[in-house]
């Protein structure tokens, strides 16, 4: 090595941190296929779905828009979040108090970034809110969730956290419905925890990105019970399938300003605005017509329909797992296998899945990534590995209230099927004593 060379200095905060475990899943499932192997990939949550004519139609024509914007967004977008905040919550927000960034990802880093404070995250729960606190040094305070409380926080497990040392300044993120379960909270649910976050002064950032695909339409937002200590956060990429396109947002309530201007600060010297183009897009996609209603219905019941498909063909070789209710994700837990991979040297959930790539094909990824222990064999399988255009095609042609039966399934979303298969047939494969 050059004597020349600069000393080595990282930051501290970065050591034992790799890349994100989903972009590195999917990195990896791509690379083997290059090679030519057989992976179905369900590492990766990109929704499987185009993005709906009228929004890509309506960025062509703003392909033109090269100037930068302010760095709190559009000003027409961001009454477009305001409007469609009123109608779907009926709760009044100022489009000034409307944030639009480079992605839901980067406003939750800078969000960290402005807020001084300890982060509570339940678990399991996404791969990017515990590293990015790392990154910055804050606290984080873990809050195990349960399967039998279908791996949702509970009030009292909040009030557990805040009651012991009650002066803590706290930012929660809580997630529904959920990365990584695809399971929701109840109105009355999500009030239990408002009035516990209330009492605790607790700023809450609840991630709605997943909302809009609540397989029933019946999504509702602890911003109804706590509007005045709640940021909101939601974007394009899954419900629009516009992940690519890298555009989220954040709603303030009016006593959050201090914080949302701090944001800005943060945001003018780093991203300074998000892209033109794209947002004068995404007008088009929050002032949806018709055609995006019923893209959402369509969307919403084949994922409704292939959730519970696979969850019964897992529960049926005795895995434990939730039907989800949202979004495009369960969470098996393979412990009553865990005898059997012991016999096989797999002793935590990453070996497990790392073993199951090797002998299927089927990616997916462990539950020690989500925040769940090491040794209880959890994993999360994000079933998008199919051709969204024509599944959507094929829910077209069928009554718009009849759910996807195993034929449709099986001819537009068969490579998930095939996945499940091979799971259940490498689980009976396991060595028994």
Not at 19 to 37: H, P, Y
Not at 241 to 260: D, H, I, K, S
Request: net charge negative; charged share 25%.
């Amino acid at each position: 090595m050059s004597r020349n060379m600069p000393t080595v200095h990282l930051n501290p905060n970065l050591e034992g941190l790799g890349i994100s475990a989903t972009v590195a899943i999917n990195d990896r499932s791509n690379r083997m296929l290059a090679e030519g192997k057989d992976v179905i990939k369900l590492g990766l949550g990109e929704s499987p779905f185009p993005v709906p004519t009228s929004v890509v139609e309506a960025l062509k024509s703003s392909a033109h828009e090269k100037s930068y914007l302010e760095v709190k967004g559009l000003p027409a977008l961001r009454e477009a979040v305001a409007d469609h905040h009123v109608r779907t919550f009926g709760i009044t927000r100022d489009p000034a108090d409307v944030i639009i960034g480079p992605g839901s990802k980067e406003l939750m880093f800078v969000l960290q970034l402005a807020y001084h404070g300890d982060l509570i995250i339940p678990a399991p729960s996404w791969v990017s809110y515990a590293p990015q606190a790392k990154i910055l040094g804050r606290d984080i305070h873990w809050i195990s969730t349960r399967y039998e409380n279908d791996w949702l926080l509970q009030a009292d497990e909040l009030e557990q956290i805040c009651f012991d040392d009650p002066d803590r300044a706290r930012l929660m993120i809580i997630n529904y419905p959920s990365n990584p379960t695809g399971r929701t909270y109840t109105s009355e649910q999500l009030k239990d925890l408002a009035d516990v976050a209330r009492r605790h002064r607790v700023v809450v950032l609840s991630d709605e990105i997943y909302g809009k695909l609540h397989h029933d339409g019946m999504h509702r937002s602890i911003v109804e019970h706590y509007p005045e200590g709640t940021i909101f956060s939601g974007g394009l990429s899954k419900w629009c399938g516009a992940g690519g396109w890298r555009l989220g947002l954040f709603v303030f309530p009016e006593n959050l300003r201090w914080l949302r201007d701090a944001m800005l600060t943060v945001g003018s010297e780093t991203y300074t605005s998000t892209s033109s183009p794209i947002q004068h897009a995404a007008v088009a996609a929050f002032r949806y017509d018709d055609e995006i209603e019923e893209y959402l219905q369509d969307e919403r019941r084949i994922l409704k329909a292939l959730g519970a498909t696979i969850t019964e063909m897992l529960q049926a070789a005795g895995v434990r797992v939730k039907c989800p209710q949202g979004a495009f994700y369960i969470f098996p837990d393979f412990s009553a296998f865990a005898d059997r991979f012991a016999l096989w040297g797999i002793s935590s959930s990453a070996k497990m899945c790392e073993k199951l790539l090797e002998d299927t094909g089927v990616a997916i990824l462990p539950g020690s990534d989500f925040g769940r222990p090491d040794s209880e064999f959890t994993a999360r399988l994000a079933y998008v590995d199919f051709d969204g255009s024509k599944a959507l095609a094929g829910a077209r042609q069928l009554p718009a209230d009849q759910l996807p039966g195993q034929e449709f399934l099986m001819r537009y979303c068969g490579r998930i099927i095939d996945a499940a298969q091979r799971i259940t047939k490498w689980l009976e494969s396991l060595p028994r004593q």
